[in-house]
């Protein structure tokens, strides 16, 4: 039932701009954590920001003053706007839907591609 349907990924050139959105159904969204994440060659899945239920937001070093997250609760949907973009953020990202309850299972997003080449 829980549903996280992403758009926005593609190719762009470093310096370019790109967004990504994430749609969410199947959950109280109003209650969730919701966040991105990154899979880049060579390293792990890691964080790339996330958003509180309460609105406030963590964004990764990596991407500080390049990427920002938001929220819209009426829409269920959260954003990714990435400028300024890097051959280093290349890489798959997928959407997180975090329950309140720490100790609960999260759900992810089938991923978008997001590649930064010339």
């Known amino acids: 039932q829980v549903q996280l349907v992403e758009s926005g990924g593609g190719l762009v050139q470093p310096g370019g701009s790109l967004g990504l959105s994430c749609a969410a159904s199947?959950?109280?969204?109003?209650?969730?954590?919701m966040g991105w994440y990154r899979q880049t060659p060579g390293k792990q899945r890691e964080l790339v920001a996330d958003?509180?239920?309460?609105?406030?937001?963590n964004h990764a070093d990596s991407v500080k003053g390049r990427f920002t997250i938001s929220r819209d609760n009426a829409k269920k949907t959260v954003y990714l706007q990435m400028n300024s973009l890097k051959a280093e953020d290349t890489g798959v990202y997928y959407c997180?839907?975090?329950?309140?309850?720490?100790?609960?299972?999260?759900?992810w997003g089938q991923g978008t591609q997001v590649t930064v080449s010339s």
């Open positions: 958003i509180t239920s309460g609105g406030t937001t």
């Open positions: 199947g959950i109280i969204f109003n209650l969730y954590t």
């Open positions: 997180s839907a975090q329950p309140p309850v720490s100790t609960a299972i999260r759900s």
